[in-house]
């Protein structure tokens, strides 16, 4: 067990190294040229909570949250410069060129996923796969280029939302949001089919749009053989909804594709990620997902 004076030097040690981390963001000493800084904080990511108040309330808000497979990663831009906390194995803190980090992102999204020289072997490798973003913010987005194939897509949406659930919640504890969403939208035809929604409250829900008339809808039973639990009349939807407890980001990603597919759409490159949003002062990407937006 751990003593009251040992958490009393660690939390010592710690507000030491986020002052120093501070004080060479904010100084005017470049780092071109100089090897990253990036220094272990804390061994525990119970703490990353604790230590993210610490910076905010030295810095201001942060210019962004993200997360990958390696866990979740927030950020402040100070001129050149770049500071990162990351929840990692433990918490980190890193000092970065902008401008560096930058290029280096980009180009790993725009080398993609695939077997290819240079490509990661799967979308859990990029640099991360969502990012919410503080309105007025000039960071440009990167991302990774639209696939025309099926599995692909499939892929980086199981990615995603495996992820998701658990990496949003940083969101709503800072009280960045309290929830994010989008739609995809088939291109050629313009119709709108599926909506995901992830909250605080309700957890993930997805929507299959069908405002068809009454004669033309499929039978329900055929939509709730394919994981559609209730039509929603006022929304003019189906729903399904994933219990945090029994969420599989497989099941999940499977529906979405199919229903794209049967639909209409030829390929993913005729489906759009449309209607980005989270209900804060934050603007919501998906750089890991290979659609058009």
């Known amino acids: 067990m751990i003593s ?32 990253p800084m990036n220094r272990p904080i804390s061994p525990d990511r119970i703490y990353f909570t604790d230590i ?24 402040w831009r100070h001129g050149q410069k770049t500071l990162t906390v990351a929840q990692e194995q433990g918490v980190t803190m890193s000092l970065r060129s902008s401008a560096v980090l930058d290029a280096a992102e980009a180009t790993a999204f725009r080398s993609g996923v695939g077997t290819r020289p240079g490509q990661a072997a799967s979308y ?14 000039a960071l440009e987005q990167p991302g990774v280029l639209p696939t025309s194939d099926w599995g692909q897509l499939e892929q980086s ?18 009280g960045w949001c309290d929830e994010v969403a989008f739609d995809l939208t088939e291109q050629v035809s313009g119709d709108l089919v599926l ?35 209730q039509r929603v009349h006022q929304l003019q939807a189906w729903i399904a909804s994933f219990d945090p407890g029994l969420y599989t980001a497989e099941t999940a ?5 199919r229903e794209l597919r049967l639909r209409g ?16 002062e934050s603007r919501l990407q998906l750089p890991g997902v290979p659609l058009k937006s």
């Not at 610490?54 to 927030?74: C, N």
């Not at 949406?157 to 800072?174: D, G, I, K, P």
């Open 124 to 137: 859990f490798e990029l640099p991360y796969l969502w990012r919410v973003v503080r309105r007025g913010s």
């Open 253 to 257: 990603a499977g529906i979405i594709v």
């Open 4 to 35: 009251n004076a040992e958490v009393e030097v660690a939390e010592a040690v710690d507000s030491d190294l986020i002052a120093s981390g501070i004080d060479d963001l904010l100084s005017g000493k470049p780092l071109d040229g100089a090897p």
């Open 157 to 174: 949406l199981r990615c995603l939302l495996e992820l998701w659930v658990a990496q949003t919640s940083l969101l709503y504890e800072a």
């Open 195 to 229: 909506g995901l929604l992830q909250s605080a409250e309700e957890g993930l829900t997805l929507f299959l749009h069908d405002d068809r008339t009454t004669t033309a809808r499929p039978d329900p039973d055929d939509v709730a053989a394919r994981g559609w639990q």
């Open 265 to 280: 759409a030829a390929t993913p490159l005729s489906v759009a990620l449309t209607a980005l949003s989270s209900n804060g």
């Open 52 to 75: 993210l108040n610490k910076v905010e309330s030295q810095l201001g808000p942060p210019d962004l949250y993200a997360g990958g497979a390696a866990g979740v990663l927030v950020r």
